[in-house]
């Protein structure tokens, strides 16, 4: 699996302006809190609050 | 739909970490491609070569 600091700032941004025009950034957080919630993956408590608040975030347009 | 200047440099990283975690980047990037390739969408020729690159990198891993 590809880690974030193998990729430079220009490639992060580019994946997130994807992530956008594809629409698909709030189905993907949902994803990850529901893998966490279902206890398929753990993860600390700060990262799974900050998903929260990116998920309120997106859904609020 | 979201843009990306409406989010902050945490809230990106964050999009970028769990897009990771996923496991979907380079099917985000090749989706992408596929719609600009098959006609669905127009982008500017420098967008579409830094996404054959991005995923050429993802490609490698």
């Given amino acids: 699996m590809e880690t974030i600091d193998r ?3 220009d490639e992060q941004k580019l994946l997130v302006e ?3 025009r594809q629409d698909y950034a ?3 957080i949902s994803s ?3 893998d966490i919630e ?4 753990q993860v600390d ?5 900050q998903l929260k608040l990116l ?4 859904r609020i347009k």
Wanted: avoid cysteine; aromatic fraction near 16%; charged fraction near 25%.
């Fill in 32 to 34: 990850e809190i529901n």
């Fill in 38 to 41: 279902s206890g398929l993956k």
């Fill in 55 to 58: 998920y309120d975030r997106l």
């Fill in 26 to 28: 709030i189905e993907l």
């Fill in 18 to 20: 994807t992530l956008l």
């Fill in 45 to 49: 408590e700060g990262f799974y609050h």
């Fill in 7 to 9: 990729l430079s700032y």
